[in-house]
C-alpha cells in the first residue's frame, strides 16, 4: 500500500500566496465600489441641493411686488400679506381682500435671499430685517446669481425713469461644482412677479421723489 503524499513546503507557500492575491483583489474591488457610491452620492447631493435652492426662489420671488437687488448674490423682495384692517379699511383677511388693503404699510413684508461665498450656502430669510428670521439654508451651492430678464419691446407707456428696471421677469442661476471633474455646473430659471406688471412703472424700488408705501428697512441680513 502506497502512503498518501502530503503538500510540501513549497506549494504550501504558493497556496497561501494566491489565496493572498485573491483576498487582496476582492478587498480593492470592495473599497472602489464604495468609494464609487460615495463620490456619486456626493455629486447627487451638491446637485440636488443646486437644484431645490433654485425651485425654492422661484417659488418665493414669484409673490413679491418689489425687489431690492443689492447685489448679484443678495436680494430682498417685498410680498403683499394683506391681513391688517385699518381705519375704514376693513375684511383684509378675506380671499381675495379689498384694494384699500394694498394701501396700508403693515401689509407687507420683506425678506431676502443672500449666498455666503465662504460657507457655501444660499440663506433664506424670512422675514428679513430687522429680525433676520432664517428660514431655509441650501448648502454645496458655490454661486447665486439674479439678474433682471431681458425683455423686449418696451413695456406699454414707455420705458421707467433711468435706471430703473421695468421688467417684472427675474433669471435665477444657481451654480455648484462636480466632485468627480472639479468643473462648475449650472441651473437656471426664470421667474415672474405676479403681484408685478410689465409695465413704465418699476418693479424694482420706487423713485425717490414719488415716495414707496413700505420701503425696504435698513441694512441686510448677514
Not at 502512503?3 to 476582492?26: D, K, M, N, Q, Y
Request: glycine share 8%.
Amino acid at each position: 500500500m502506497t502512503p498518501r503524499r502530503g503538500f510540501t513546503l513549497v506549494e504550501l507557500v504558493a497556496a497561501s500566496a494566491l489565496a493572498i492575491i485573491v483576498i487582496v483583489g476582492l478587498g480593492q474591488i470592495d473599497v472602489a465600489r464604495i468609494y464609487l457610491v460615495e463620490r456619486t452620492k456626493s455629486a447627487t447631493l451638491a446637485q440636488s441641493e443646486a437644484d431645490f435652492a433654485l425651485l425654492y426662489m422661484i417659488t418665493k420671488l414669484e409673490q413679491a411686488d418689489r425687489i431690492d437687488r443689492v447685489s448679484s448674490d443678495n436680494i430682498r423682495f417685498r410680498v403683499p400679506k394683506p391681513t391688517t384692517d385699518q381705519g375704514s379699511c376693513t375684511g383684509c383677511a378675506a380671499v381675495p381682500p379689498p384694494p384699500c388693503c394694498f394701501d396700508i404699510a403693515a401689509n407687507y413684508v420683506w425678506k431676502q435671499f443672500r449666498f455666503n461665498n465662504g460657507g457655501q450656502i444660499i440663506r433664506f430669510y424670512d422675514p428679513g430685517r430687522p429680525t433676520c428670521t432664517l428660514a431655509q439654508t441650501f448648502g454645496q451651492v458655490s454661486g447665486l446669481a439674479v439678474q433682471y430678464a431681458n425683455e423686449s419691446p418696451p413695456p406699454p407707456g414707455g420705458e421707467p425713469p433711468s435706471g430703473r428696471n421695468d421688467s417684472n421677469m427675474l433669471q435665477i442661476e444657481t451654480t455648484w461644482v462636480d466632485p468627480e471633474t472639479g468643473s462648475s455646473r449650472r441651473f437656471v430659471g426664470h421667474v415672474a412677479l405676479r403681484p408685478g406688471a410689465y409695465t413704465n412703472l418699476s418693479t424694482g424700488l420706487q423713485a425717490p421723489e414719488l415716495g414707496d408705501l413700505s420701503p425696504p428697512p435698513a441694512g441686510t441680513c448677514p
